[in-house]
């Protein structure tokens, strides 16, 4: 399921043209390689950044983001699986897997090259990490432990909240919550020395604050209204991308609180940390729940495992699970299809329809462009200067026609 899960995702992957943040945050990991090393850190999220880095030289600019937030699928698949491994439940695992892997959600924002399937990833880590901890803290594990819980703000600085996960691990599992002071002192302090070095070329300090409680504080009216429009909005999109899953999600977050099997209060606390932007001051979007969304792929598998303990029968045991793939996988499947064909016709939420297809930030016509300026540059060995509209423009433009390419006759693109 996972393989399968990899290949339907990187499968006709440039046929959504780019959009701005994948510009910037592409144009963020080249800077690397012109000696900018610490840049990243100013970006909130370094570890993407570095990790895009990684692999620019592989392939194009915009395929090989979008390739490697695939790649970050298969992490969150695995770890999903082994998270219910560790705690003997491995059917509800390759439930999750599949019910993870078969949503239009998460299907669509994994071919984006952003940070938050990284951050997904690196959350679900954690969780399998803090889960093997609890087990046995031996002094490898809190170290592993240690490194997971630096690495998760790292990968996105908004996913500070589900650095809590080990806590509810610590509370379910056989450890003391003692055991993780001195893990969680490492890995704030290590952050701290970080950031504060950081900061005395760029302003970070400013930036983690502003990213962490995005608005100032004081201003109560403004909290209330954003959580409120964030929840109608969460409602909305649920609609259009989860389906069936969703009232699988709402049943197994009933069944964890009537039944309390230490993975289903994992999950639990990894949902509610994951969907921590809904209480932020300012818009949220669908793209900033995928961490969320691979917790809430486990509540829906433990609402699959509690239908089908109602019965013994085999038959009706198999009918039960049909009908969860059916309805799960048909949608998904429609989907995927009309995203390999014309993405801009996907039934989208409104702000990504905006975001990916109908504004300013989104590729189209850029991508036209830049193929019709190649095809004109091909015939005319005259040298060529493009002015964009603005910096977002820029930024996608960037995409197709990094500085490093060149035309047929040599001919550079300068902006």
């Not at 959009?19 to 100013?42: N, T």
């Given at each position: 399921m996972i393989l399968a899960s990899f290949a339907i995702r990187l499968h006709a992957l440039l046929q959504l043209p780019g959009?701005?943040?994948?510009?910037?945050?592409?144009?963020?990991?080249?800077?690397?390689?012109?000696?900018?090393?610490?840049?990243?850190?100013?970006t909130a999220?370094?570890?993407?950044?570095?990790?895009?880095?990684?692999?620019?030289?592989?392939?194009?600019?915009?395929?090989?983001?979008?390739?490697?937030?695939?790649?970050?699928?298969?992490?969150?698949?695995?770890?999903?699986?082994?998270?219910?491994?560790?705690?003997?439940?491995?059917?509800?695992?390759?439930?999750?897997?599949?019910?993870?892997?078969?949503?239009?959600?998460?299907f669509f924002h994994e071919r984006l090259a952003i940070a938050d399937s990284l951050a997904a990833a690196s959350a679900a880590?954690?969780?399998?990490?803090?889960?093997?901890?609890?087990?046995?803290?031996?002094?490898?594990?809190?170290?592993?432990?240690?490194?997971?819980?630096?690495?998760?703000?790292?990968?996105?600085?908004s996913a500070v909240p589900l650095m809590l996960i080990p806590l509810v691990a610590a509370w379910r599992g056989k450890s003391s919550w003692r055991q993780l002071i001195l893990p969680y002192l490492v890995a704030v302090v290590s952050l701290a020395v970080v950031f504060g070095l950081v900061s005395l070329r760029y302003e970070v300090c400013?930036?983690?604050?502003?990213?962490?409680?995005?608005?100032?504080?004081?201003e109560s009216a403004k909290w209330s209204t954003s959580f409120l429009n964030n929840i109608n909005d969460l409602?909305?999109?649920?609609?259009?991308?989860?389906?069936?899953?969703?009232?699988?999600?709402?049943?197994?977050?009933?069944?964890?609180?009537?039944?309390?099997?230490?993975?289903?209060?994992?999950?639990?606390?990894?949902?509610?940390?994951?969907?921590?932007?809904?209480i932020?001051?300012?818009q949220s979007f669908p793209r900033y729940y995928l961490a969320a969304l691979a917790f809430g792929s486990l509540l829906a598998a433990e609402a699959v495992e509690a239908l089908l303990r109602l019965t013994q029968k085999p038959l009706?045991?198999?009918?039960?699970?049909?009908?969860?793939?059916?309805?799960?996988?048909?949608?998904f499947a429609f989907f995927a299809a009309q995203a390999y064909r014309?993405?801009?016709?996907?039934?989208?939420?409104?702000?990504?329809?905006?975001?990916?297809?109908?504004?300013?930030s989104s590729g189209y016509a850029i991508r036209e462009a830049v193929t019709y300026l190649t095809d004109e540059l091909a015939q005319d060995r005259e040298p060529a200067i493009v002015y964009a509209a603005n910096q977002d423009t820029l930024a996608v433009a960037w995409l197709y026609w990094p500085p490093t390419a060149n035309t047929e006759h040599g001919h550079k693109l300068r902006f």
């Open positions: 959009y701005v943040d994948e510009g910037l945050h592409l144009r963020w990991a080249s800077e690397i390689w012109q000696g900018h090393l610490v840049f990243p850190f100013s999220k370094p570890l993407e950044i570095y990790y895009l880095a990684a692999l620019l030289p592989f392939q194009n600019p915009l395929w090989v983001g979008r390739a490697g937030s695939v790649l970050t699928d298969v992490v969150i698949l695995s770890a999903i699986w082994a998270l219910a491994y560790q705690l003997g439940s491995e059917r509800t695992g390759l439930w999750a897997v599949t019910l993870y892997a078969l949503s239009p959600w998460t880590i954690l969780a399998w990490a803090a889960v093997v901890w609890s087990k046995r803290p031996w002094s490898r594990r809190a170290l592993g432990l240690t490194i997971c819980l630096i690495a998760l703000p790292l990968a996105k600085l400013g930036l983690c604050i502003k990213i962490i409680f995005r608005a100032n504080i004081s409602v909305d999109w649920a609609g259009i991308y989860l389906g069936v899953v969703g009232p699988l999600m709402l049943t197994g977050a009933v069944t964890v609180g009537i039944q309390r099997r230490r993975l289903g209060v994992v999950a639990l606390a990894g949902f509610l940390l994951g969907s921590a932007s809904l932020a001051p300012t009706i045991r198999w009918g039960v699970g049909a009908l969860v793939i059916i309805g799960a996988g048909l949608p014309d993405p801009s016709r996907l039934k989208l939420s409104d702000i990504d329809r905006f975001q990916h297809v109908a504004a300013w």
